[in-house]
């Protein structure tokens, strides 16, 4: 060989081991408007309709009515967030070489709970509370 092809060969072989890193992030999410914001924005005390509760969240996990006939729906959201990454480096010089990987996963998981109580006011049912927790960890 010659020295013009040798050191052909030794760039490129610099130039493609050189080190890449990677970052995947992905959510299990159902899509729902489910959301602190969404809450706050749509639940009006005594002017926020059953229809429109439906129209924004969709129907309920749960449905139920107590002894004066006020109705309590239960929405509940659970979301798992998945960060994984990793990177990896090679190097060689023509006849010596080196080389790393690593990796790494990390999860959390949010819920929220929201209980709405609705009253017939009118003929219509209205929402008469609301009420929502979250947790995160």
């Known amino acids: 060989m010659n020295r013009y092809a040798v050191l052909c060969m030794a760039l490129a072989v610099l130039l493609f081991g050189c080190a890449t890193q990677r970052e995947i992030e992905s959510q299990k999410v159902s899509k729902s408007n489910l959301t602190a914001g969404q809450v706050s924005i749509t639940l009006k005390k005594n002017i926020t309709t059953q229809q429109e509760v439906v129209e924004t969240f969709g129907a309920p996990n749960l ?67 609301f009420s929502s927790r979250y947790s995160s960890f």
Do not use: P
């Not at 449905?63 to 006939?69: K, L, W």
């Not at 023509?94 to 998981?109: I, K, T, W």
């Open 63 to 129: 449905v139920t009515q107590n002894a004066d006939g006020e109705e309590s729906w239960t929405y509940q959201k659970q979301a798992t967030v998945s960060n994984a990454s990793s990177s990896s480096a090679f190097a060689t010089i023509v006849l010596a070489g080196a080389s790393s990987n690593s990796s790494g996963l990390e999860q959390s998981s949010r819920t929220i709970t929201l209980i709405i109580k609705f009253r017939d006011i009118k003929g219509v049912k209205t929402v008469t509370d």
